[in-house]
């Protein structure tokens, strides 16, 4: 089955410092990489995802990048603000097969 | 207000008795699944449907059962629970095929065997 390395677990940075989350997944077959964020209390939410077929793809302050022939995906989160504090998961799947294996998860500091 | 939503939100019970935590979805999703959390593991899936009397086995279905006889109801059930099972569990739907994988989180149930 897939396995999802996902690293750092926690990660302090400074208000304004990018961070960076690193993922790399076992499963060749796997094309669908979602990123979600879970506050304090609540439940994941998605914030970004990527399929195979892209290398990047970016949303304001937030990026991921697929590398597949190395097998690893990275989320970026630049000019970052104390509202990114969270815990972020890395996840991959093969898009219409609905068995998901997450990351252990990285949670983030950011300190003001 | 589109949302999936958990009951009880907080369980504490003991090793042995039955229970079953409820999950409910108002997206006309087809996909559903349950997760647990623990502190290092992350979230891993127990059981996923991809549609109503289709179930399948996660990473972690022992000691689990599900059943999907709604579309938008899928209950998970502990027949017999033990410590072990002392985690918080979310529930997650999806529209699934059609372009749209996003999964939308229930907010948890946190249980507690003792």
């Known amino acids: 089955g897939e396995n999802v390395e996902q690293h750092p677990s926690t990660l302090s940075v400074q208000e304004g410092d990018s961070a960076v989350i690193k993922c790399t997944y076992s499963?060749?077959?796997?094309?669908?990489f979602p990123w979600y964020k879970q506050e304090l209390g609540k439940g994941p939410q998605l914030i970004i995802d990527?399929?195979?077929?892209?290398g990047e793809k970016k949303d304001q302050r937030i990026a991921v990048t697929l590398n597949k022939t190395a097998k690893h995906f990275s989320l970026h989160i630049t000019e970052t603000q104390p509202e990114d504090s969270a815990v972020y998961f890395c996840?991959?799947?093969?898009?219409?097969?609905?068995?998901?294996?997450f990351g252990i998860g990285t949670k983030l500091q950011v300190i003001p | 207000e589109a949302q999936v939503t958990q009951n009880p939100r907080y369980l504490i019970t003991v090793t042995g008795k039955k229970l079953t935590v409820t999950c409910s979805q108002n997206m006309n999703h087809e996909y559903m699944s349950w997760y647990r959390q623990d502190p290092g593991l992350g979230l891993r899936q127990i059981y996923y449907s991809m549609n109503v009397e289709v179930t399948d086995k996660g990473d972690v279905p022992e000691g689990y059962k599900v059943s999907r006889k709604e579309k938008r109801n899928f209950p998970l059930i502990l027949e017999s629970p033990s410590p072990n099972q002392t985690s918080l569990y979310f529930c997650?739907?999806?529209?699934?095929?059609?372009?749209?994988?996003?999964?939308?989180f229930g907010p948890g149930t946190r249980l507690t065997v003792t």
């Open positions: 990527i399929r195979s077929n892209v």
């Open positions: 499963d060749s077959a796997s094309n669908y």
């Open positions: 997650a739907s999806s529209l699934g095929d059609g372009g749209s994988y996003e999964q939308y």
């Open positions: 996840a991959a799947t093969k898009a219409g097969y609905q068995k998901v294996t």
